[in-house]
């Protein structure tokens, strides 16, 4: 194989890097903006839950079973 052959397979082998590069940097764009919206759901769940929780805790013996 000479100088010029190997110079040609390696530029092939560097383009087909370079668009391999470029479609993992596109996953891990998206990939990230998947992550935000999801701590972003994650947290107004959190503040529901918490705004729907009752100011002081109830014990279950507070609780009147349906039978009495």
Do not use: V
Not at 15 to 22: L, N, Q, R
Request: no cysteine; net charge negative; hydrophobic share 40%.
């Amino acid at each position: 194989m000479t100088i010029d052959e190997r110079i040609i397979e390696l530029e092939i082998k560097l383009g087909f890097t370079e668009d391999m590069i470029d479609a993992l940097n596109g996953t891990i764009y998206r990939q990230q903006q998947q992550i935000d919206a999801l701590q972003q759901a994650f947290q107004a769940l959190r503040q529901q839950m918490l705004a729907a929780q009752p100011a002081e805790q109830r014990s279950l013996r507070d609780e009147i079973p349906p039978h009495y």
